[in-house]
């Protein structure tokens, strides 16, 4: 059994507002193995990114708190590398300067070569060591990604925090990299922490799937383990039983357990109302 490293405990965070505080998240209890990948998923506002900003210290927890190896989580740093769906590349710097500062600033003590070497072996890793020359504005957008994840591997993270990486990218540009991904997690047996609205990414990519509740006051509904052996492949899953009940699981939680009610509700409401409208002008 692999050792637990990362706790979240009785998290919860509120946010001030002119009427009060505002409790986004509550008693939010999860532990966290070692090489686990795991998939925080649920509708806008169920505060995915708020639990993923408390575990990289961006954001402080009002209760409880998250410990990593043994240490508490206050503040920002290396050891939780974030990559988030716009990939944030300094757009003045080439592709091999954007990662070779992130290993400057969190590898000191390694001579010129060392980081050479290192910022080639993390281009490797994502197959991009053909554009280390290219400024962020000639490469395409899932090439950026690519960049982004290899500049958050080089600080050698422990955890590996990604907020929805492959939203914003086309479909076959998302399967290449959620490919890469997977190969990468294999390889390096890195802890992962990924957001994703995406239910059939989650299924392919987790050990565990975590479903949040809809806010306000959000928590976690229901934790599913996908049992699916790796190395995964998409298209051998596309008729897996196996798979399909997993996707079928999330499904259910999200539009049946978790649908949003209220806006359907509205919706039928201002119809209705519209309806009345018409036949009282009748």
Known sequence: MQSRHLELSQVGI?????????????????????GEFISLIGHSGCGKSTVLNIVAGLHQATTGGVILDGAEVKEPGPERAVVFQNHSLLPWLSCYKNVELAVKQTQKGKSKQEIRDWVMHNMELVHMTHALDKLPSEISGGMKQRVGIARALAMEPKVLLMDEPFGALDALTRAHLQDSLMEIHADLGNTVIMITHDVDEAVLLSDRIVMMTNGPAATIGEILDVKLERPRDRLALADNPEYNHYRHEVLTFLYEKQKKVE????????????????????
């Open 263 to 282: 806006t359907v509700s509205g919706h039928k409401k201002s119809k209705q109302s519209g309806a009345k409208k018409k036949s009282d002008a009748a």
């Open 14 to 34: 509120d946010f001030p507002t002119p009427k009060g505080p505002f409790t986004a998240l509550t008693d939010v209890n999860l532990k966290i193995q070692k």
